[in-house]
């Protein structure tokens, strides 16, 4: 994902509900349980690209890719710190350009936290909106199985991206991005 808006956020609420029989009986669970919030998270990252977007103007759709890095940092459903890291996300851009775009984003992203676990995302991208190197994206997805935190977990998330440079005679070089997500069980 180049970009995004924060889609909709796992809360507290979404957490198993306990009722009980008849006053006095022991509580117990509901028959359906919501997902559980385990972590929502927010990253810095920024990177280049393998070629230039809008070079000189000429906003042609190109193939590309973005390897970006940083900081992410993790809380749990009360605020309190959790768990912090670093981010490592490629992203295979088939269709390019610095406005008015939609494509696909398969992405691979890393986070090799600070207490020597890893977290393997994989991420379905929703909708796009880009303008003037400017975009913003939604999507949903899983942590992969091999991974050795947070294994299985659903992801809610949303990127937003900038990069400057679009229509200038280098064109769009780097980019620096916000990535926000939720991970639930």
Not at 78 to 92: N, Y
């Amino acid at each position: 994902m180049r970009s995004a808006i924060l889609g909709p956020v796992l809360t507290a609420a979404a957490a198993l509900a306990l009722t009980a029989a008849a006053p006095g009986a022991p509580a117990r669970a509901a028959t359906t349980a919501s997902p559980v919030l385990v972590a929502s998270c927010t990253a810095t990252i920024s990177g280049t690209y393998t070629s230039p977007l809008d070079p000189g103007g000429t906003n042609a759709q190109q193939a590309d890719m973005i390897q970006q890095t940083g900081n992410v940092t993790c809380v749990d459903d009360a605020g309190q710190p959790l768990v912090r890291g670093a981010m490592t996300r490629t992203t295979i851009l088939p269709a390019a350009q610095c406005s008015g775009i939609a494509y696909s984003d398969p992405s691979t992203t890393t986070i090799n936290w600070t207490d020597g676990t890893t977290t393997s995302l994989t991420l379905d991208q929703a909708n796009v909106v880009s303008v003037l190197g400017a975009a913003s994206t939604t999507g949903t997805g899983t942590v992969t199985t091999n991974s050795t935190k947070f294994a299985g977990d659903s992801i809610d998330g949303a990127v937003m991206g900038t990069g400057p440079g679009c229509g200038t005679p280098a064109g769009q070089t780097t980019v620096n991005s916000t990535v926000v997500f939720t991970l639930a069980h």
